[in-house]
């Protein structure tokens, strides 16, 4: 399954957290993508 990591949207900040652009916020890179608040995930080219 994929995470934010694996999202287009995903910055990393640190190890673990990454600010998401297209949710808005800050998350935890490792975050089961099927949990994304606002269903924003893509996956990266």
């Known amino acids: 399954m994929p995470t934010c ?3 287009r949207f ?12 297209g949710q808005g916020s800050e998350v935890l890179g490792d975050r089961d993508a099927g949990r994304c608040p606002t269903r924003t995930f893509q996956p990266k080219d």
């Open 5 to 7: 990591k694996d999202c």
């Open 10 to 21: 995903y910055t990393p900040v640190d190890d673990e957290k990454g600010n998401c652009s």
